[in-house]
């Protein structure tokens, strides 16, 4: 008899033991997700109003230029503006910054990096293919589909309608409707390649929640 009661007792400690591991696991995991979301969303306004303040500069500059120019008498001509911002420097986990990406249905907040090293990505949400942020044709965005929500962890809640803001390098920024959603298989890539007749889209991409295929989200400019 005492036999089973230490048995049992036993059991019940190691059971203890296992669910109190389980329960800190996942609360590291739900806290180290929150400050990842915080840390991110911070840098992402900074770096936003980064490309701000150059824009601001740059047309001040030019619009001293310009005023300082003598008028020609000649009519019909016109100075021409060729000026571009420069691109800032700012990194996140080691990665150049090249823009953001906002989700306000997801509370996505996150800072889209030049690399897609599978460091990059376990990190940051990079771009993966196509002609650059804001560029007319199609750009693919990945980010990891972590439990804790991180990064696309809830793409899936996304829908037709739903808006996504791409601010680049340069200060532009451009909301973009999702109007496609579908699952793909992890060979398929054509969602990356697909032509848009010269029109500005994005491309998100994702693992499914078993990593054996794609969640892939269409999205235009309005």
């Known amino acids: 008899m005492d036999k089973g009661r230490k048995f049992f007792t036993i059991l019940l400690v190691m059971l203890a033991i296992v669910i109190t591991v389980l329960l800190g696991y996942l609360a590291y995991k739900y806290i180290s997700g929150y400050i990842i979301s915080k840390e991110a969303a911070k840098v992402v306004e900074e770096f936003e109003n980064e490309v701000k303040d150059i824009i601001t500069v740059e047309i001040g500059m030019e ?85 804790n929500g991180g990064f696309f962890g809830n793409n899936k809640k996304l829908q037709n309608g739903d808006k996504i803001y791409i601010t680049d390098e340069y200060g532009t920024s451009i909301e973009y409707t999702i109007y496609n959603k579908y ?34 989200i269409w999205a235009k400019e309005n």
């Open 63 to 147: 619009n001293t230029i310009v005023n300082n120019i003598e008028q020609p008498t000649v009519q019909n001509t016109n100075v021409q503006q060729t000026t571009k911002a420069p691109q800032t420097t700012r990194k996140y986990k080691g990665y150049t910054i090249i823009g953001t990406i906002k989700i306000p249905k997801t509370k996505v907040s996150y800072p889209i990096v030049n690399s897609t090293s599978p460091n990059a990505m376990d990190n940051a949400i990079v771009l993966l293919y196509g002609v650059g942020l804001n560029k007319q044709g199609n750009t693919v965005i990945a980010g990891h589909n972590y439990r």
């Open 183 to 216: 699952i793909a298989e992890d060979s398929d890539f054509s969602y990356a390649t697909r032509n848009t007749n010269g029109k500005r889209e994005i491309s998100l991409s994702t693992c499914t929640s078993d990593s054996t295929k794609r969640l892939v």
